[in-house]
Nanobody, 122 residues
Framework: QVQLVESGGGLVQAGGSLRLSCAAS????????MGWFRQAPGMEREFVAAISGSGGSTYYADSVKGRFTISRDNAKNTVSLQMNSLKPEDTAVYYC???????????????WGQGTQVTVSS
């Protein structure tokens, strides 16, 4: 069982930056691929980024590549998402999730946080 708690959301102007963090419980954190997803009102939940258990491999949606960076600290059981050059279309609730396999489908993730709101004003 893994419990996930996100933090770091907020309101930012276009072009600004935010850093999201996700704290995980449990002693098997490094065995999980960690992902970030987002969901805007009326839209399906979409993949943003993922990172392998060791942190050696990262994966990004095309829409955030070059602007967002995912990282993890296995000693602290945390995963982060640094978001730069934010755009109004990045506005959504952002979720941290855990899975045993590398995946960009939310259906393949087993554990989810409660989400944190990110709002980018134009």
């Amino acid at each position: 069982q893994v419990q996930l708690v996100e933090s770091g959301g907020g309101l930012v102007q276009a072009g600004g930056s935010l850093r999201l963090s996700c704290a995980a419980s449990g002693r098997t954190f490094r065995s999980y691929v960690m992902g970030w997803f987002r969901q805007a009102p009326g839209m399906e939940r979409e993949f943003v980024a993922a990172i392998s258990g060791s942190g050696g491999s990262t994966y990004y949606a095309d829409s955030v590549k070059g602007r967002f960076t995912i990282s993890r600290d296995n000693a602290k059981n945390t995963v982060s998402l640094q978001m730069n050059s934010l755009k109004p279309e990045d506005t959504a609730v952002y979720y941290c999730a855990a899975t045993r396999v590398v995946a960009d489908s939310p259906r393949l993730y087993d554990y989810w946080g409660q989400g944190t709101q990110v709002t980018v004003s134009s």
